[in-house]
């Protein structure tokens, strides 16, 4: 099985400022197809989770150009440029390359 | 729009079964895999497999394997997560996703 690690596993932010969540995969993540499968999702508290990122960097409809993801292999990134009040929630990595396999997630609270 | 809508809250005692469904509307509901994913109260999110309901074939985690059962009716557009010998390991919020939309989630609590 995939084993995605995130970090940190908290973060406190003053609003406007940057914020940055690490993500790595035990396995890489680049398919024949020349795609990679990483996927980021922000989990507001009491509410599913909600698409962000799909293939490690387009950014779903309807998601701020604050948020970014980057990365390659076995390593990713999500930033948030200025992080803002609805911002807040736990951030999660997740794999699609090989069945499904989720990061023990991020909470991302405000100063 | 993009909606999926789960059944409601469900309370069974250890050793039940529970069978919760996921209607979905606003797409072509054989054009997508449907996943159930769990989180347990103040946990992570756990993937417990997924249905094609185009053909109804299925991937389940190892975990869950001999346990699960997901189903589908393309006739109402509603597929289904069957979970068996539930124990309080199982409470949790069961969600149906399209992996970019999600249902609203459903609350299983086993109890004695």
């Known amino acids: 099985d995939i084993v995605m690690t995130q970090t940190p596993l908290s973060l406190s932010v003053t609003p406007g400022q940057p914020a940055s969540i690490s993500c790595k995969s035990s396995?890489?993540?680049?398919?024949?197809?020349?795609?990679?499968?990483l996927y980021w999702y922000l989990q507001k508290p009491g509410q599913p989770p909600q698409l962000l990122i799909y293939?490690?960097?387009n950014r779903f409809s309807g998601v701020p150009d604050r948020f970014s993801g980057s990365g390659s292999g076995t390593d990713f990134t999500l930033k948030i440029s200025r992080v803002e009040a609805e911002d807040v929630g736990v951030y999660y990595c997740?794999?699609?390359?090989?069945?499904?396999?989720f990061g023990q997630g991020t909470k991302v609270e405000i100063k | 729009q993009v909606q999926l809508v789960q059944s409601g809250a469900e309370v069974k005692k250890p050793g039940a079964s529970v069978k919760v469904s996921c209607k979905a509307s606003?797409?072509?509901?054989?054009?997508?895999?449907l996943h159930w994913v769990r989180q347990a109260p103040g946990q992570g999110l756990e993937w417990m497999g997924w249905?094609?309901?185009?053909?109804?074939?299925?991937i389940y985690a190892q975990k869950f394997q001999g346990r699960v059962t997901m189903t589908r009716d393309t006739s109402i557009s509603t597929a289904y997560m069957d979970l068996s010998w539930l124990t309080s390991d199982d409470t949790a919020v069961y969600f149906c996703?399209?992996?970019?939309?999600w249902g609203q989630g459903t609350l299983v609590t086993v109890s004695s």
């Open positions: 996703t399209r992996e970019d939309y």
């Open positions: 606003g797409y072509t509901f054989t054009g997508y895999y």
């Open positions: 249905i094609n309901p185009d053909t109804g074939g299925t």
């Open positions: 396995q890489s993540l680049l398919y024949s197809d020349g795609k990679t499968y």
């Open positions: 293939e490690v960097s």
């Open positions: 997740m794999q699609t390359i090989q069945l499904r396999t």
